[in-house]
């Protein structure tokens, strides 16, 4: 489904970030992510994203075999990638709902499809926002504004849950969650997660790995993933650790 | 004095007079004055130009006074080059007043805004109108305000030529509250100044300023606001800030803040900013499927919105919301 070959990227000043990440993941996967500080995490999912901030060096992305390094940020997100930045961005002026219903018609207009009608984009905007408790100051406010950490957090699963994509990509999204909204989140996760669907959870807890069990578990550190393994090697580097993985 | 022999004592606007500094002043034509100016008042102590303009013209004034304690609408639309309206808006009165755009102006059109505010009376008003069409347009007002009067202005400047909004305010009552509220959607060679000065002249007023420019092509804008607070005028609040996002390389704009403040206890801020779309923003709209130009347009719109946003509900806010999501 997703697939890294050998990805290079630096920003503005030339430094390298990533320095040949490879990764397969299949339709049904979840996969893990984990590192230390700076190992280049966020940078990753901002890279495949298409943030500007950053030049590809090398290396390729594909999602079902199309090149998503050759597409526009929009038609990247169209073609079925979402990804969920570590601080979502505030957009004041900009409704939430009004955003969500524009980004669900983009993705339908670029496959083709007519513009969701009213009643229908309402029926599933409130079951997507029941799924993940959410009430309805959300539904006013401009789009991330003035929301605490959590709730922005939440407010990217409801954009996962609309928009529906092939592969997520998501960073650090339990940050800034306490224990109930965490339970929330991660089981509105589970809920849109299906057999043709792949996750990709960047976290630097186990924790959220209680409630998102992940098929793969990598480390990520100096730009390049340094170990995968399964589900047990996050209880490991919860125990030991991150240095232990280089003296090995 | 009348107006003609103030405007020759004076002269015509120069860069080098601080009420014009950012103005295209070689713009503005020679007038050819009436042999007599039909209006005697003594206008010695007027400054600006644009304001004798009207009346060394011989405008027709419109009258208009709006009883104590009345509610009224109104639309205000000066049929001439030139045009001179004096409004008398008595106590506990609320008055919405849309200023239409002069659709006949040939070179230059010039208008005039005499507004007295009553006790406790509140009142909008606002234009919304593109001007397109004429060359030079000059809208003065002066407004005085008595105590705990409010008074919101509001605009939204579009359409080509060249235009100057001058506003003299005179806070003289306790607890008067000006809020003043400018969009500017400029492109082409739209060129489009501010000139305003707020007086605090009792204590416990409060004046806010907030102009937000969307500058493209070769558009350029200004913006010279003055708050003068009184030796007497304690508890005075003032705030003037102007965003700018310029959406072009050519685009430009200037902001002159001038504070005179004669008391210690009073706050009074001032703030500008000036820069591109927000690099971030952008791109999370665009992650999420948004094309980059229907971005761009809801960034803008937005930036727009907010201007107007923390204005009490009313027929203004409404029609100025209404405008920009048109935008």
């Not at chain 1, 075999?65 to 038609?75: A, R, S, V």
């Not at chain 1, 340094?226 to 003296?247: H, M, N, Q, R, V």
């Not at chain 2, 709209?285 to 094309?291: C, K, Q, V, Y």
Request: proline share 4%.
């Amino acid at each position: 489904m997703l697939s890294i070959k050998d990805l290079k990227a630096s920003i503005e000043d030339g430094t390298q970030i990533l320095k040949g990440i490879n990764l397969e993941v299949k339709a049904g996967e979840v996969h893990a992510i984990m590192g230390p500080n700076g190992s280049g995490k966020s940078t990753l999912s901002k890279v495949i994203a298409g943030h500007p901030a950053y030049h590809v060096d090398g290396g390729s992305v594909t999602l079902d075999g199309k090149d998503l390094l050759q597409m526009e940020i929009n038609e990247r997100a169209n073609s079925g990638l979402f990804i969920s930045t570590q601080y979502p961005t505030e957009i004041p002026g900009v409704n939430n709902v009004e955003f969500l219903k524009m980004a669900l018609n983009s993705k339908r207009a670029f496959l083709g499809l007519p513009e969701i009608g009213e009643a229908e984009f309402k029926k599933l905007i409130d079951e997507k926002m029941e799924l993940l408790e959410m009430d309805e100051r959300y539904r006013d406010r401009g789009v991330n504004e003035g929301y605490s950490g959590g709730e922005k957090k939440r407010n990217e699963i409801l954009q996962m849950a609309i928009l529906d994509p092939k592969v997520s990509l998501l960073d650090e999204t339990d940050s800034g969650l306490d224990i109930d909204a965490l339970r929330i989140v991660a089981g509105g996760i589970n809920h849109i997660m299906g057999p043709d669907k792949a996750v990709i959870l960047v976290t630097h807890y186990q924790r959220l790995l209680d409630y998102i069990k992940p098929d793969f578990v990598h480390v990520l550190r100096h730009g390049k993933i340094i170990l995968s393994g399964g589900p047990e090697l996050a209880l490991e580097l919860e125990e030991k650790g991150y240095d232990w993985i280089e003296e090995k | 004095m009348d107006a003609i022999s103030r405007i020759k004592q004076i002269g015509m606007p120069r860069r080098n007079n601080e009420l014009w500094t950012f103005f295209p002043v070689a713009k503005i034509p020679m007038p050819e004055f009436p042999e007599t100016c039909n209006d005697t008042a003594d206008y010695s102590d007027e400054e600006d130009f644009a304001a004798l303009l009207p009346i060394a013209f011989n405008a027709r004034t419109m009258r208009q006074d709006i009883a104590d304690g009345a509610n009224e609408m109104a639309m205000l639309k000066c049929n001439n080059d030139f045009g001179h309206t004096v409004l008398d808006i008595g106590k506990n009165a609320t008055a919405s007043l849309e200023i239409l755009d002069n659709k006949v102006a040939h070179k230059i059109c010039a208008e005039r805004f005499d507004i007295h505010v009553g006790e406790n009376a509140t009142v909008h008003i606002f234009f919304a109108n593109p001007a397109d069409g004429v060359p030079l347009r000059f809208r003065h007002f002066r407004i005085v305000q008595e105590a705990g009067s409010k008074v919101y202005f509001s605009e939204i400047e579009r359409g080509s030529g060249i235009k100057r909004t001058s506003l003299d305010a005179f806070l003289k009552g306790n607890g008067a509250r000006l809020e003043i509220r400018s969009l500017n959607v400029l492109q082409d060679s739209d060129s489009v100044h501010h000139r305003i000065t707020i007086r605090h002249e009792a204590p416990e007023t409060e004046s806010v300023q907030f102009a937000r420019n969307l500058l493209n092509g070769k558009s350029n804008a200004s913006y010279n606001g003055s708050v003068v607070v009184g030796a007497n005028c304690s508890k005075v609040f003032s705030s003037q800030l102007v965003n700018t996002i310029l959406l072009s390389e050519d685009s430009s704009v200037s902001v002159k803040p001038v504070l005179k403040i004669y008391h210690d206890d009073v706050e009074c801020t001032h703030g500008n900013t000036c820069g591109e779309l927000d690099a971030e923003q952008l791109f999370y709209l665009t992650s999420r499927g948004i094309p980059v130009e229907k971005a761009r347009e809801l960034l803008t719109q937005a930036f727009a919105k907010e201007l107007f946003m923390p204005m009490p509900d009313s027929p203004a806010k409404e029609r100025l919301e209404q405008v920009v999501s048109k935008l």
